[in-house]
C-alpha cells in the first residue's frame, strides 16, 4: 500500500507540474503565431531540448530498452537507426524547411503549387503519421501504469489510456506550442536525469565494466554469445533479414518527414537557430541512446525475463523492462529503495508520454485548422481565432480517435508501432519535401501522388503483414496479431513496409511530375531555392 501511495504521489505531481505549466504558457500565448510556433521566441538549446523531449518517446524509453532486453544486439538496432536519422534531418531539412515555411510543412509545399490538394494531402498525411505515434505511447502508458498499480485488469488500462488522451487534449488547447514546448523541456531534463540515474546503479554493479555487463548479460538471457551477435532476432530467415534493412530505411530516412520533428523547425527565431537545435538535439539523443544500451543489457543480466514472461509480469513487448529494472537496482521487489526508484523511473516516463502526445496532438490538430480549414474550406479568409477554435476541436476529435485505436493495439511492441510511423512519414513525407527543395519540374500532381502514393502502400501493406494477422499465439497464450487467429490476411511477409512504400512514394512522385501537363513555376521554385539556402525573403514568408 505504501508503494502504491508513493507511486500515485509522484505520478500526481508530474502531472501538476505539467499542468501548472500549461496554465501558465496560456497567459503568454495570443494569436497563431504564439500558438502554432511559440512566437518564435526559443532559443537553440531550448528548442534543442524539446526536439529531444519529442523524439525521446515511451518507445525508445520503454520499447527500445525492452528490445535490447529480450533481442539484445537486433533489438539495439532501434537505437542506431534512430540516432543515424538525425543527420538526415540535419543536412536535408532542419535550416531549409525552417527558412522556406510558415507553422506547417503543407506551407513549404504549397508555396510553389496549388494550394488546396497540395494541402489537404499533407494534412492527411500529418494526422496519420501523429495518430500511429500516438497509438505507441497510450500503449506505453496503460501497460505501466497497470504495473504500478499492480493489477492486470484491461479496465484498468483502458481508463490510463483514455486519461492520458483526456490530459493531451487539455494541452493543446490551453497551452499551445508555448505549452506544450516547456512540458518537453522540462520532460527532456527528468528523462535523462532519471535514466543515467538507473545506469549509474546498473553500472555499478558491475564495477562499471560494460565488457563485464555485456558478458552477464548474454550469460543470463539463455541466448549465449547469440545474444551479442547480430541475427537473434532478424536473423533467422531471409525474409527477417529483410525485415530488419526495411526497418533500418525506415527509421533513418523517416525522422526527417515526421511533422512534429517539422513543426518545431518553426519555434526558433531564425534559420541558424534551427540548426543549431538540431545539433544539440544530437548530443542529446546520442547520450540518452547509449543509455539505452545500459538500461536494455542491464535487465538481460539482473531480471529473470524468461520467467517474468512466463509469469505475465513482463509480456511479449517487454515494454516494462526499464521500471522493473530500476525496481531490480533499487533493493528488488518489496524494498523501500526499489519502490521509489520504480515509481520515479514510471513517473518519468509518464511525463515522457505526457509531452510526446502533446507535441503529436497539437502537430495534427494544427495541420487540420491551417491546411485544411483555414487555407482550403475557408480560401485563407478564417481569421486568427476562428482557427485556434478549430485547432481546439481538432485536438478532441484527434485525442478521441486515438484512445478509440490504442484499446485493441495493446498487443503490439509500442517500437515497432513508432517504426511504423517512421515508415509512413518516409513513405510519403519524404519524398515529397526532397522533390520539392531540389527538383525545378516537381509540381502538384507530383506532389499529390507521392504524399497519397506513399501513405497508401505504406498503411496498406502493414494491413496485410503479419501485425494485423497471421502471427499466431506467444508462448502465454496471447495473440501476436491485432485480429484474431481465425483471420489470415497476411501475404505480405514483412512487418516493415519501408523497402517497398519509400521507393513507391519516390516513385509515384516522379510519375506525376512526369505525366502532368501543368506548366512548371520556375520563378517560384527559384524563389523558394534561393529562400531555403540563403534565408533571404524568410521573415516576410513568416509575416504574410
Not at 150 to 156: E, L
Not at 174 to 183: I, P
Not at 261 to 269: E, S
Request: zero cysteines.
Amino acid at each position: 500500500m505504501d508503494d502504491q501511495v508513493l507511486t500515485t504521489v509522484l505520478f500526481l505531481a508530474v502531472v501538476a507540474l505539467t499542468v501548472g505549466i500549461t496554465f501558465w504558457a496560456s497567459r503568454q500565448t495570443s494569436g497563431t503565431a504564439d500558438f502554432y510556433a511559440g512566437g518564435r521566441s526559443f532559443s537553440p538549446v531550448q528548442n534543442g531540448l524539446a526536439i529531444g523531449g519529442d523524439y525521446m518517446s515511451a518507445a525508445s524509453f520503454l520499447g527500445i530498452s525492452g528490445a535490447i532486453a529480450l533481442s539484445g544486439y537486433d533489438g539495439f538496432l532501434y537505437s542506431i537507426g534512430f540516432l543515424v536519422a538525425w543527420l538526415v534531418a540535419l543536412l536535408l531539412v532542419a535550416e531549409m524547411l525552417r527558412n522556406s515555411g510558415r507553422y506547417t510543412m503543407a506551407d513549404q509545399l504549397a508555396f510553389r503549387m496549388r494550394q488546396r490538394p497540395v494541402r489537404m494531402a499533407a494534412a492527411t498525411s500529418t494526422v496519420v503519421v501523429s495518430i500511429f505515434y500516438l497509438l505507441a505511447q497510450m500503449v506505453g502508458a496503460g501497460a505501466l501504469v497497470a504495473l504500478l498499480l499492480g493489477v492486470d485488469d484491461q479496465a484498468v488500462k483502458n481508463i490510463v489510456i483514455f486519461g492520458v488522451g483526456a490530459l493531451m487534449i487539455f494541452y493543446v488547447t490551453v497551452g499551445g506550442m508555448k505549452g506544450t514546448t516547456w512540458v518537453q523541456i522540462v520532460k527532456a531534463v527528468l528523462l535523462m536525469t532519471g535514466s543515467a540515474l538507473i545506469v549509474v546503479l546498473v553500472l555499478a554493479k558491475f564495477d562499471f565494466n560494460l565488457s563485464e555487463l555485456l558478458g552477464a548479460a548474454a550469460s543470463n538471457s539463455g541466448q549465449g554469445s547469440a545474444f551479442l551477435e547480430p541475427g537473434l532476432k532478424y536473423g533467422a530467415s531471409a525474409t527477417s533479414k529483410i525485415d530488419f534493412i526495411s526497418l533500418g530505411i525506415a527509421l533513418v530516412l523517416g525522422t526527417a518527414g515526421l511533422p512534429h520533428i517539422l513543426i518545431r523547425f518553426y519555434t526558433v527565431p531564425t534559420s541558424r537557430d534551427a540548426r543549431k537545435s538540431v545539433l544539440w538535439a544530437i548530443g542529446l539523443i546520442g547520450v540518452f541512446y547509449l543509455f539505452t544500451l545500459v538500461l536494455g543489457f542491464g535487465a538481460a543480466a539482473l531480471l529473470d525475463i524468461p520467467g517474468l514472461r512466463e509469469s505475465g509480469e513482463l509480456d511479449a513487448s517487454g515494454n516494462l523492462a526499464a521500471p522493473l529494472l530500476a525496481e531490480s537496482v533499487g533493493g528488488g521487489a518489496g524494498s523501500t529503495g526499489g519502490a521509489i526508484l520504480l515509481a520515479l523511473i514510471a513517473a518519468v516516463a509518464f511525463a515522457t508520454i505526457l509531452a510526446v502526445v502533446a507535441g503529436l496532438t497539437l502537430t495534427s490538430s494544427a495541420s487540420v485548422a491551417h491546411d485544411i480549414y483555414n487555407s482550403v474550406i475557408k480560401k485563407g479568409t478564417a481569421t486568427e481565432d476562428q482557427e485556434i477554435k478549430v485547432t481546439r476541436f481538432a485536438a478532441a476529435g484527434i485525442g478521441l480517435v486515438s484512445i478509440l485505436l490504442a484499446i485493441p493495439a495493446q498487443s503490439l511492441n509500442i517500437a515497432f508501432l513508432v517504426a511504423l510511423a517512421f515508415a509512413v512519414a518516409a513513405s510519403a513525407n519524404l519524398p515529397t519535401i526532397i522533390y520539392n527543395m531540389f527538383w525545378r519540374r516537381f509540381n502538384t500532381r507530383g506532389a499529390l501522388w507521392s504524399i497519397y502514393g506513399g501513405l497508401i502502400s505504406a498503411v496498406g501493406l502493414v494491413v496485410f503483414s503479419p501485425v494485423v494477422s497471421g502471427k499466431g499465439l506467444d508462448p502465454t497464450g496471447k495473440n501476436l496479431s491485432l485480429l484474431p487467429t481465425s483471420i489470415d490476411i497476411s501475404w505480405f511477409p514483412l512487418e516493415n513496409p519501408g523497402i517497398v512504400s519509400i521507393p513507391l512514394g519516390f516513385f509515384f512522385g516522379w510519375l506525376g511530375t512526369v505525366t502532368s501537363r501543368e506548366p512548371s513555376a520556375e520563378d517560384r521554385y527559384t524563389e523558394l531555392e534561393v529562400r531555403a539556402l540563403t534565408g533571404a525573403g524568410a521573415e516576410q514568408a513568416v509575416q504574410h
